[in-house]
Each structure stands twice: as C-alpha cells, then as structure tokens.
C-alpha cells in the first residue's frame, strides 16, 4: 500500500489532506464512529470543491469589480420595483432565457446590479461572461475578420448568462450594429442578456445607424425581458454632495 499522501494527490484531493489528522482527532474524543468520521472528510472535501469553482467562475467572468445585490441601496432609486430586482435572486429568468434590461443615466447602479445578478449565477455555478458592448463588437469584428466569427457566435451562445454593460456609448457602424444583431439572435430564447444602456429604445435608430437593424434586436431582445427603467443623479455625485452638505456644518 503507498501512503495517503500519494492517494491524495492522484485523487486531487485539496482538503482532506489538511484536516484529515485533527479531524481524526476529534472523531475519537466525540467518539464517532467511522462513518461519520469519513461523512465528515468528504463533506469538507465537497464544498472546498464547491468554493472553488465558484471562485473561478467568478474570476473567469471578468467582473471589473465586485458588487452585490444586498450592496444596493434601493431608497436611491425609489421608482425601481425593489421586490421585483430581488426576485431576481431566484434565477428563474436564467431558466427561462428571458432578458433583463436597464435603462438609465450613469451612475445610478446598472453596472453594480448586473454584476450582483452575475456574481448570483456563478454561486448557482452558471456560465457568466461580463463585457461591455464595446469589447463585445470588438471580439466579434475581430472574428469576422480571422475568420473565426461562426465559432465565436456559437461560444457567446454557449453561456449561461452574458452580461453587456455600457450600450450607448461607443461609436457604432453598421457593421457592428449587424455582428450585434447576430449576437442577439444567438442567444434568442436560448440564453438570457443582462444589457445596461444609458440609451432610451426609441433612440437605438440612430444608436446603430440603421432602423431595421435597431428594430430587429428590439424584437428580439424584448419578447421576453424585464425591463427596468433608472433615474434621477449619479449616486456618485449624491455621495458626494452629502460629504459637503455635512463640511458646511463644522
Ligand atoms: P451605472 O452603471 O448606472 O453608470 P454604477 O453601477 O457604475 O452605475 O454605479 C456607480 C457607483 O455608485 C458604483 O460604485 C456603485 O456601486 C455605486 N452605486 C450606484 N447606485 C448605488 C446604490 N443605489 N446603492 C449603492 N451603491 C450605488
Ligand atoms: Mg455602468
């Protein structure tokens, strides 16, 4: 028989080698028997496991920072149907490849929001992919022109959930309008979107300078959505203004 620590390592396992000795320790003075001991190891060695990839899923989503749902304070947004976000949580929409979009000037938490629904579905251990709109037809033009754009149409397809922030502000071509059009017609009924735009649907015409495109992607991309609208000051600037009203009074 070779030792432990060779089956350890051939069997990859991360924790038990580290506890397996103290917790066999405890066993004996709770007198366990060895089942229970052995329930134990591998109850550890499983959510180790599990940590780990959620902690990957994370990373490899390429969040540009962490933010949660509970982070959120809703009072800044009292229009927003807080249940509504909340329910979210539940990642019934993901199941149901229905879309969710935030509409709203900058800085009142759409980044924040979506990167808490994306950091939600990597716990549930889903495929989360974050960009912004502009990485994202920066990719696919890329593939367009290497020749690879059907693979990677495919692979955006794949995702459990896509996340694309900042719609609205780049300079968009027909062509990318087009590769964006493809995109959403991948992912149609199959995958949801979490799309940020600070830019009302009535002015996608000339977002990506051609109304059918634009009309084609709201199609698509409303038929089965929730669509939450934002308002009011960059929470920034609201933060901001608070610390100098507090100033003034010493
Ligand atoms: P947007 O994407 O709408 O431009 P962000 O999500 O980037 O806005 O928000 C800007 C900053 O303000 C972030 O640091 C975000 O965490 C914070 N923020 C915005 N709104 C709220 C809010 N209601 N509660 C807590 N933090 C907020
Ligand atoms: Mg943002």
Known sequence: MKDLEHYFEELNLKRIPEIYKKEAKIAAEKKLDYTEYLSGLIEKEYQGMIERSVNQRIRRAGFPCIKTIEGYDFTHQPQLNEKQ????????????????????????????????????????????????????????????????????????????????????????????????????????????IILNTNRPFEEWGSLFKDNIVATAILDRLLHHSHVFYFTGKSYRLKKHESKNIGKDNY
Do not use: W
């Not at 329910?87 to 929409?93: D, F, I, K």
């Not at 251990?125 to 149409?153: I, N, W």
């Not at 694309?164 to 017609?185: H, I, P, R, W």
């Open 85 to 192: 976000i909340r329910n979210l949580n539940t990642l019934e929409y993901l199941d149901n490849a229905i879309n969710i979009i935030f509409v709203g000037p900058p800085g009142i938490g759409k980044s924040h929001l979506s990167i808490g629904l994306g950091i939600k579905a990597c716990e549930r251990r889903k495929r989360v992919q974050f960009y912004t709109a502009q990485e994202l037809v920066d990719d696919l033009a890329k593939a367009k022109l290497m020749g690879y754009l059907g693979r990677e149409l495919s692979k955006l397809g794949r995702i459990d959930l896509l996340v694309l922030d900042e719609l609205g502000y780049m300079d968009m071509t027909k062509d990318s309008a087009n590769l964006f059009f493809q995109l959403v017609s991948k992912r149609y009924e199959r995958g949801s």
